[in-house]
């Protein structure tokens, strides 16, 4: 196994944190390129030069931090490429600062709360595509695959029981469900508007990079 | 005016716009917003059917023969609203502003309705100009951009205080429709930009008026439409969905369409092109021959009927802009049904 290809690998755990998915599949990593002697450089690209600073900040520190847990890389570089606010983002993300020191006197506060809002979200989502999949069991041990292993890691960041026992099906804010009618409607419409989310990123970029192929994990 | 298979629909297209986004319009030193924002919105039009594309260069500034041609000889269009946009932090003579539009009206008389525009952050000056505006061109809406920059703020709230006098100037003047769009960028950049709250506030708050979000809120489509079933005046706008999800996604468009008319129902959604980044025709004929696919996964939405589609290609719209629609593209009312204030669409 490569260095590049273990690189790759842990970007391929950095998610967007609005749409759900890793920046890989999303072909959100334009390039990615390991030296000899261990230095990486990350180029990202996102389907529009104003998608919006926040989220684009989130996946570009993400995605460093991501790299620099291989204890074998040496420098890392994450850039922003064609984004209105590139410049600060990647200034930011190079010194490690946060997100306030990019952008000074025009955020009120960290990433955090915005962080765990669109977690809550997607939570919902990976609930409702579950949801469409057959009757509800009582138990998160009696679920598996993909969407399950997910609810398990987003349950776990957001601090709500995410063990064998613990119940199947959850709101955002941790409580068991109740009304599986209201709260499948809820939850279907909530997975749609990420799924048509990232289809229209997914268009966006296509139209905007047309033949430039991404990397992928 | 449409006529498909015996049936003729009225066309209402509630949100579309005459631009010049040419270099010679962008402000100096400012020239990579300019671009990169009519760009982005080029990148959009990529979500048509190809052979609807324009070039760039036709993109960023196109002829009132282009819209004529386009909008209401083969688009179908009858009747028009003009979304003022100005983003004059980047464009010399603006996006698109009132004066530009109001240039074209003698040239379609009772083809177009002038929206004006107002933004709180410019107070005083920006409560008068509001007034003339309306003294002028007796405008009945405005279309606000809560993500404009302006003098180092990159957006407002229509929450904030500073808005009150504008909705009350509204209130007064019978301003009554108020178009909001929901974009990127709103300050503070650590909170979500498509964020609807602050719609669901001044909807509780201002009860005579009308709020069209346009774009549905997309991408949080969920927030609008939970808030949209709670309120009354609050409409969906149709501009973009059509537009990016009918061709180029159409399973997601059929349950986009599902969802709103669940949530919000086909009495509260207005049929808006979003001309130029999208070519009206394609997307009227489109949406009449339009069906929810017969499958099990969209079993459980409501069904569109041809009235259906007639409420929000165009009557709909026409209703809140108080435009007479011709007796034969009206719904016919049941004989045995007193008439209702919906089946008085355009009579006032």
Known sequence: ?217 | MYEKDGERYFVFDSHLHFWDASPENWVKGQEQYAEGWINCFHAYMGLAPAETHWPIEKFQKYSVEDFEKDVFKAGHVDVAVFQSTYLKEWYTKGFNDIEQNAALLDRFPGRLILNGRWDPREGEAGLRQLEADHAKYGIQGVKLYTAEWYKGSRGWRLDDAAAVPFLDKCVELGIKNIHVHKGPTIWPLDKDAFDVSDVDHVATDYQDLNFIIEHVGLPRIEDFCFMATQEPNVYAGLAVVIGALMHARPRFFAKVMGELLFWVGEDKILFGSDYAIWEPKWQVEGFVDWEMPDDSEYSDYPRLDVSGKKKILGLNGAKLYGVEVPDELRLPVPADEPASPESAVGVR
């Open chain 1, 1 to 217: 196994v490569t260095l590049r290809s273990r690189v790759l690998a842990e970007l391929g755990t950095v998610y967007d944190p609005e749409l759900d998915e890793p920046i890989t599949t999303l072909g959100f990593v334009g390039s990615c390129v390991v030296s000899a002697g261990g230095d990486v450089e990350v180029r990202l690209r996102l389907p529009t030069p104003q998608c919006a600073p926040n989220f684009a900040y989130l996946m570009a520190a993400d995605a460093r931090a991501a790299v620099r847990r291989l204890r074998e890389v040496r420098e890392v570089t994450v850039v922003l490429e064609d984004h209105y606010t590139g410049a600060e983002i990647n200034a930011a993300v190079g010194r490690g600062d946060g997100f306030e020191a990019a952008f000074p006197g025009e955020t009120a506060g960290d990433l955090g709360a915005l962080r765990r809002l669109f977690q809550r979200k997607a939570l919902v989502a990976r609930e409702g595509r579950l949801l469409a999949a057959g009757p509800p069991p009582s138990t998160l041990g009696e679920l598996s695959g993909p969407d399950a292993q997910r609810c398990r890691e987003l349950r776990r960041a957001l601090g709500i029981a995410a063990d064998d026992d613990a119940p199947a099906f959850v709101t955002g804010d941790g409580a068991p469900v109740s009304d599986f009618v209201r709260f499948g409607r809820m939850a279907r419409l909530t997975a749609l508007s990420l799924d048509a989310n990232g289809g229209m990123c997914r268009d966006l970029l296509r139209v905007r990079y047309e033949e430039e192929e991404g990397v992928a994990a």
